[in-house]
C-alpha cells in the first residue's frame, strides 16, 4: 500500500506536467500539448444523493480524508492509462471532468459507475473496507465510462459479462501501469485490500485464477468461472455479468501473459481498438467479441503477428471459437 501510495503521488499527471513545464521550454507553435485531466472528488456525507459536496478539484491539496484523496490520485491513474496509453483524454475522449462521489451512503458495500461519475461507499466495516481502498476498483468503475461512450455494450447476459470483463481489464491495468508491472509480475487481481480481515479472500475477482479470489463463510466461494466449460446459465446479476465475465478476463489474462512485458501495451491497445474501433454491437456475444479482438489485431499487428497468435491462442484455451 506505502508502495502503491508512492507511485501514485509519482505517477500524478498534474506533478507530472507541473515538472515537465518547469524542465522543458514551451512547445512551439503547431507542437502536439498533451491535455492536462481535470478531476472532481465530491462528498456525499453518508447520505446516497449525488452528487455531493466537492471535496477536492483538479491541483488542490490533499485534503486528508483518505475516501477523497484516494478517489482523487486513482482517477489520477485511471485517467493517465487511458490518455497515455491509448490517447484517450478523459472517459468521454474529449477531455471531460473526471468525476467520483465518495463516502456515499452508509455502510454501503459496493462502488458503482452511475452514467456520469464513480461512486464508492465507505463499505460495513464487516465485509468490506471502502471502496476507495482499491485503485483496480477505481479503474474498473470509470472504465464502466468509457464503454458506456464507446461500444455501449448492453447490461446483460453475454454482452454485459463483456462490459464487467472490458472494466476489469482496463481496471487492473491502471494498477500494473502505476506500479510498472510486467504482465508476469502482477497479482491480476480485482479489489485486492478491500476485504476485512474477517473475510476469508484476497479480492472480488481474479482474471489469472476465476473462482479462486475468496471462499467465506458469509459471501460463500468466487463463482467465476475460467472456461465456456464452466459457463454458469442464470437470470440473477444480469445473466451472470459479474459471474461469467471471468471466462473473457481469463482470455486477457492469457493473452497478456503469453506476450509478456507490459500487458497495457500490446494486449491492452487490442482491447482498447476493439471497444473504440471495432462497431461491436450492443448485444456482443462473447464469440463475436473475440472475432473483434482478432480484427483489432490484425488492423495493428497483421495476421502474422505474435500478438494475432497470443490473441487466438487465448480464446482457444477458454473455449470460444471466433
Ligand atoms: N461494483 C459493481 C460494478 O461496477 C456495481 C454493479 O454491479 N453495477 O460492476
Ligand atoms: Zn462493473
Known amino acids: 500500500a506505502e508502495a502503491a501510495r508512492h507511485a501514485l503521488a509519482e505517477l500524478d499527471p498534474v506533478a507530472q506536467a507541473r515538472s515537465q513545464a518547469r524542465q522543458s521550454p514551451p512547445p512551439r507553435p503547431g507542437t502536439a500539448v498533451v491535455p492536462s485531466l481535470r478531476r472532481e472528488v465530491s462528498d456525499a456525507g453518508s447520505r446516497e444523493t449525488l452528487p455531493g459536496t466537492v471535496a477536492r478539484v483538479e491541483g488542490a491539496a490533499a485534503t486528508g480524508d483518505a475516501a477523497v484523496d484516494e478517489a482523487y490520485d486513482g ?8 490518455r497515455d496509453a491509448y490517447g484517450r483524454v478523459a472517459v468521454d475522449g474529449a477531455g471531460g471532468l473526471l468525476a467520483a462521489t465518495v463516502h456515499y451512503g452508509r455502510e454501503y458495500d459496493n462502488a458503482f ?27 474498473h468503475e470509470l472504465a464502466h465510462g468509457v464503454v458506456q461512450y464507446t461500444a455501449a455494450l ?64 458469509v459471501l460463500g466461494r468466487d463463482p467465476q468461472p475460467a472456461t465456456m466449460a464452466g459457463y454458469v446459465s442464470t437470470q440473477a446479476d444480469n445473466g451472470g455479468v459479474h459471474i461469467n465475465s471471468g471466462i473473457p478476463n481469463h482470455a486477457f489474462y492469457l493473452a497478456a501473459t503469453t506476450l509478456g512485458g507490459f500487458a497495457w501495451e500490446r494486449a491492452g491497445q487490442i482491447w482498447y481498438d476493439t471497444i473504440t474501433e471495432q462497431s461491436l454491437p450492443v448485444d456482443c456475444t462473447f464469440a463475436g467479441f473475440a472475432a473483434a479482438t482478432l ?27 471466433p
Open 75 to 82: 482517477l489520477g491513474a485511471t485517467g493517465a492509462l487511458f
Open 113 to 139: 459507475w452511475n452514467g456520469e461519475r464513480m461512486v464508492c461507499g465507505d463499505g460495513d466495516g464487516e465485509i468490506f473496507e471502502r471502496f476507495t481502498k482499491s485503485v483496480t476498483v477505481i479503474g
Open 154 to 217: 448492453e447490461y446483460q447476459g453475454q454482452a454485459g459479462a463483456l462490459n464487467e470483463s472490458v472494466s476489469d481489464v482496463f481496471g487492473v491495468l491502471v494498477e500494473q501501469k502505476l506500479l510498472r508491472q510486467e504482465a508476469a509480475r502482477a497479482s491480476w487481481l480485482v479489489g485486492a485490500g478491500l476485504f476485512t480481515d474477517q473475510v476469508s479472500g484476497s479480492a472480488l475477482r481474479s482474471l489469472k485464477a476465476p473462482g479462486t479470489a475468496y471462499d467465506d463463510d
Open 295 to 321: 480484427a483489432a489485431a490484425d488492423k495493428r499487428y497483421g495476421t502474422a503477428s505474435p500478438e494475432y497468435s497470443a490473441v487466438t491462442d487465448a480464446w482457444g484455451a477458454v473455449g470460444i471459437r
